[in-house]
């Protein structure tokens, strides 16, 4: 199937103009949605046993348990790929660890105008601009709460409503959590997408400050909650974060978003616009991302002395790619582009992969290699 998907349906789906990439996504959406509620109960039960045989790996040594909740593996869909939670019930089927929904924001809103999401095959990336496109926190709860039997932990991402200007951005915020804190399994503050106006500015302390102390004061301890910050802070702004987070009582850190920096691509021009890549707007994820995430990964688990769990993402495709993140210090990591260009299978082959890493390595299970690169730096 991951041969066929590589070989055959990628090609198909990254051709021509027509293949409007936001296009298709929305497509896979409405599919995987059908084939979840849109069949009888019989053949429900018959896809996920199809799933489940092709795309899922189980052994107890990837397992691991963080926040209270289990983890039957650390690889998660990243927060953007299921804004509105269409096909939540499906993504253990992909082998998923976990999913994280949204960005969700409290108010609905269309997003930016299209088009909006471009690919850059030479760089095995993407450029989004899409604005936090998504039917609303009481959508989203709506939708949650029909669920039942959710074989995975569910994330919530939660961004700034765009018409909330950025000195009410806690109540909007809190507006959000007080919807949904009782169907998500854990939390995450939004606050470094490039596609809102303003949105990065809430990364300092003093705007990031009453976000944090309003939703804190409102969970009271009851779900985890973590901030997603930009690969472009400074290191000074990082480690400011970090204090913020530990001074909260935040669950972790997930490091890191998309990035607005444009050296090093090889893709000079977007076919769909024609315009230059340096003069778009939007952040890049894909493989140009990784180098500097994690750097990101690693200096956080060094300023937290390994103390603040780091949810890893950027630029993973591979089995090296996802243990390069853990032994940084990442617990859990995440994909979404590279689970674009590589198909399904991407998931349980990364799995396989790090199983035999810690067969070469001799250990026991995937939580010794956390952190593995501070033990020895060499």
């Known amino acids: 199937m991951t041969d066929l998907y590589q070989a055959l349906i990628r090609p198909i789906l990254f051709s021509g103009i027509k293949a409007d990439p936001e296009w298709l996504h929305q497509q896979t959406l409405r599919s995987l949605n059908w084939l979840d509620v849109g069949v009888s109960p019989i053949a429900r039960r018959w896809v996920l046993s199809q799933l489940d045989r092709s795309y899922c790996l189980s052994d107890d040594r990837l ?50 105008p299209r088009p909006r999401l471009f690919r850059l095959p030479d760089d095995r990336a993407a450029l989004n601009r899409m604005g936090f496109n998504n039917q609303g926190a009481a959508a989203l709860a709506d939708r949650l709460q029909s669920l039942h039997n959710i074989k995975i932990p569910l994330g919530v991402n939660l961004g700034k409503s765009k018409v909330t200007p950025l000195d009410q951005a806690a109540d909007d915020y809190l507006g959000s959590f007080r919807l949904l804190k009782e169907v998500g399994d854990y939390f995450v503050v939004n606050v470094s997408s490039p596609n809102t106006p303003g949105l990065r500015s ?47 009582k935040l669950a972790g850190i997930i490091a890191t978003n998309t990035t607005i920096r444009r050296d090093g691509l090889k893709t000079q021009t977007l076919q769909a616009t024609g315009k230059s890549v340096a003069d778009e707007a939007g952040g890049i994820s894909g493989a140009p991302l990784r180098p500097r995430s994690t750097e990101v990964i690693r200096f956080i688990y060094q300023q937290s002395q390994g103390q603040l769990p780091i949810v890893g993402v950027g630029g993973i495709f591979t089995a090296d790619d996802a243990w390069e993140k853990i032994a940084a210090g990442a617990s859990l990591i995440q994909v979404y582009t590279g689970w674009i260009y590589e198909g399904p299978g991407m998931v349980r082959r990364i799995l396989k992969g790090l199983l035999q890493k810690l067969d070469d390595r001799g250990l026991y299970s995937l939580q010794d290699a956390i952190g593995l690169d501070h033990l020895n730096p060499d």
């Open 63 to 112: 397992k691991q348990t963080l926040w209270g909740q289990n983890f039957a593996n650390p690889i998660g869909l990243a927060a953007g790929f299921d804004k509105d939670g269409i096909a939540a019930n499906l993504w253990a089927g992909f082998g998923f660890g976990f999913a994280e929904l949204g960005t969700v924001t409290f108010q609905a809103q269309p997003g930016n």
């Open 202 to 248: 809430l990364q300092s302390t003093d705007q990031l400050k009453p976000i944090l102390s309003a939703l804190q004061q409102e969970n009271q301890g009851q779900k985890p909650l973590l901030v997603k910050i930009a690969p472009d802070l400074e290191w000074e702004d990082i480690a400011a974060v970090v204090d913020l987070a530990q001074h909260f």
